[in-house]
Structures are given as structure tokens and as C-alpha cells.
């Protein structure tokens, strides 16, 4: 469990489970594309409540004040060889989706990762360039953005750009 000004990140239980597979077989569902590193199968072997933690990717539950599931959160190994590992977050209720929320979810995460994993070097956040509510909350954070990816990701029966942002671990001397 992740918590961080008062939002949790946890196990999801089994019920969530289930609703999370069907999103993932339903093509109107958008949210489906935030799991795509992560195979059906793992959901379905996980029938208990599960913390999808694999050794390079994982996928929690988002809690808010009040408000049990109100998103998910999830890692992947990006670039192994250069240490990276992205992150996403997603609110299903756009009024819960506030530039403090995404602030507390992509903090809790990145801390979180730079704790567990000490040979982690950098943590990315891909972004569309219309998403200001990530932009602000990325640079709340001090995330330096990186540019823009032409057409790297594909939704809406399109291929869209996406703005890098990331987080480097301080160097001893920086701390």
C-alpha cells in the first residue's frame, strides 16, 4: 500500500478485478489503453485480491478521501537498459481529476519508486499535449519535460503526440 495526502494506492479486490477485465475487452472503454503492458491472463490468474506487481510493471487501485476505486496507478519498465520506468495515473470521474490529486498520485509514485528500487535512475510521464491537469501537476513536481513525441500514441482512430516529462534521482552532491 501507497499512501500519500490522503490518497491510497492498493491491492485491487476481486470484484474490481473483474470490472477491470471488462473495460479491457470493451473498445469504448479508454481506460482499457492504460493496461496494455499488462496481459488479460495476469488478471484473470489473479482472483483473490491482487496487487498486480510483476518484477519490471504493476497496476494498483486508487483510493480517494471517501471515495473507494476512483482510479488506478501503474508502473512499467520503459528502458532497462537505461534504468527508466514510466508511470500513469487515471481518475475515472473527471471531477475527481484536480491538479492536487494527480500531484499526490504521480509524488506517491515516483517516491515510492525511487525507495524500492535504488538502482532506479529516472521516472517518466508521458503526457497528451492537451492534458493541463498533468502538465501542472508535473511541474508542481519539478519534473523537467523532456519534448514532444510525434504520434506515439493511438486512441480516438488516431495516432497523437505526447509531451516526456521525468523525475532523475538526485545525485548524492544534489541532495
Given at each position: 500500500?501507497?499512501?500519500?495526502?490522503?490518497?491510497?494506492?492498493?491491492?485491487?479486490?476481486?470484484?474490481?478485478?473483474?470490472?477491470?477485465?471488462?473495460?479491457?475487452?470493451?473498445?469504448?472503454?479508454?481506460?482499457?489503453?492504460?493496461?496494455?503492458?499488462?496481459?488479460?491472463a495476469t488478471f484473470l490468474r489473479q482472483h483473490?485480491?491482487?496487487?498486480?506487481?510483476?518484477?519490471?510493471?504493476?497496476?494498483?487501485?486508487?483510493?480517494?478521501?471517501?471515495?473507494?476505486?476512483?482510479?488506478?496507478?501503474?508502473?512499467?519498465?520503459?528502458?532497462?537498459?537505461?534504468?527508466?520506468?514510466?508511470?500513469?495515473?487515471?481518475?475515472?470521474?473527471?471531477?475527481?481529476?484536480?491538479?492536487?490529486?494527480?500531484?499526490?498520485?504521480?509524488?506517491?509514485?515516483?517516491?515510492?519508486?525511487?525507495?524500492?528500487?535504488?538502482?532506479?535512475?529516472?521516472?517518466q510521464l508521458l503526457l497528451p499535449p492537451t492534458?493541463?491537469?498533468?502538465?501542472?501537476?508535473?511541474?508542481?513536481?519539478?519534473?523537467?519535460?523532456?519534448?514532444?513525441?510525434?504520434?506515439?500514441?493511438?486512441?480516438?482512430?488516431?495516432?497523437?503526440?505526447?509531451?516526456?516529462?521525468?523525475?532523475?534521482?538526485?545525485?548524492?552532491?544534489?541532495?
Amino acid at each position: 500500500m501507497i499512501t500519500a495526502r490522503g490518497l491510497t494506492f492498493r491491492r485491487f479486490t476481486a470484484a474490481e478485478v473483474v470490472d477491470l477485465v471488462r473495460s479491457l475487452n470493451d473498445p469504448r472503454q479508454s481506460r482499457g489503453q492504460d493496461f496494455g503492458f499488462v496481459a488479460e491472463a495476469t488478471f484473470l490468474r489473479q482472483h483473490a485480491e491482487c496487487e498486480f506487481v510483476q518484477p519490471d510493471s504493476a497496476v494498483l487501485a486508487l483510493d480517494l478521501p471517501g471515495k473507494l476505486h476512483a482510479g488506478h496507478g501503474s508502473w512499467y519498465q520503459a528502458n532497462a537498459a537505461l534504468g527508466t520506468v514510466e508511470i500513469r495515473v487515471t481518475l475515472y470521474d473527471p471531477a475527481d481529476d484536480t491538479v492536487a490529486v494527480r500531484q499526490a498520485a504521480y509524488g506517491a509514485l515516483v517516491t515510492e519508486l525511487f525507495a524500492r528500487r535504488p538502482a532506479l535512475g529516472r521516472v517518466q510521464l508521458l503526457l497528451p499535449p492537451t492534458d493541463e491537469i498533468g502538465r501542472q501537476a508535473a511541474s508542481a513536481l519539478r519534473a523537467t519535460r523532456e519534448g514532444v513525441l510525434t504520434q506515439l500514441g493511438f486512441w480516438d482512430g488516431r495516432w497523437q503526440d505526447l509531451e516526456l516529462y521525468a523525475w532523475l534521482r538526485p545525485e548524492p552532491h544534489d541532495a
